[in-house]
């Protein structure tokens, strides 16, 4: 057995991303290829604690070796951000329904984690480049409004600014945006996607999710 993996380059060849068809969250950039591959498999045991809380980790333990089944050409994100950002020819058509849950099993694995992450860390985090310094609560603000304000229109979702960044605003839009996700992959969702498909989607929102997470566990400065 093996991990299916696709090589996502920048159309200027500034940065690459690769990252796993079938575990949606796991996917890592880098300003090569290789690197961007090298990264992905370094991370598989920082991507085990959300198989645990999906309750997948013997599927995961016994998946094997990164394969790379597709070597594509991204979109201009991926060289200015390193992210994959449109989907691959694996993630076309409409979904089976097993494929659906496991995917959403999954993205609500990421979702556990990263309030798992949001409560452990300190509100102050290690200042850097990247998003300019932001603290904590910038963070989880950024991360939630993405989803919840941008994301979620693709599956006929519309929900008021700053609804979910309440806990029980959080928890309705979570729910309603799996339900909508399930309804679009229904086809009772009437407008559809152009240019993002329903699996880009779950995979899109676990990266996000789960990338601000690891973004959080690395500023931490709860041991100092």
């Not at 997948?56 to 979109?75: K, S, W, Y």
């Amino acid at each position: 057995m093996s991990v299916r993996a696709v090589i996502e380059r920048g159309p200027k060849g500034k940065r690459s991303v690769a990252f796993s068809i079938d575990w949606p969250g796991w996917s890592r950039g880098a300003k090569t290829a290789e690197l961007a591959l090298e990264t992905l498999e370094s991370y598989r045991e920082r991507y085990r604690p959300v198989v645990n809380l999906a309750g997948m980790a013997l599927e995961f333990d016994v998946a094997g070796p990164l394969e790379i089944v597709e070597d594509r050409v991204g979109t201009g994100s991926t060289d200015f951000w390193g992210i994959s950002f449109s989907p691959c020819s694996a993630e076309q058509g409409p979904m089976s329904e097993t494929e659906l849950e496991r995917g959403i099993t999954l993205l609500r694995a990421c979702w556990t984690y990263f309030d798992g992450v949001t409560a452990r860390v300190s509100s102050e985090m290690r200042k850097g480049p990247r998003g300019g310094g932001r603290d904590r609560d910038r963070i989880v603000r950024h991360t939630i409004r993405t989803e919840s304000e941008m994301f979620a229109k693709q599956v006929g979702l519309r929900e008021p600014e700053l609804a979910a960044l309440t806990p029980d605003g959080l928890r309705q839009h979570r729910e309603a945006y799996v339900a909508a996700m399930r309804d679009y992959n229904a086809g009772e969702v009437k407008r559809r996607m152009r240019s993002w498909t329903l699996p880009f989607l779950i995979r899109h929102s676990a990266f996000h999710t789960l990338d601000h997470a690891w973004e959080m566990e690395d500023k931490d400065l709860s041991a100092e």
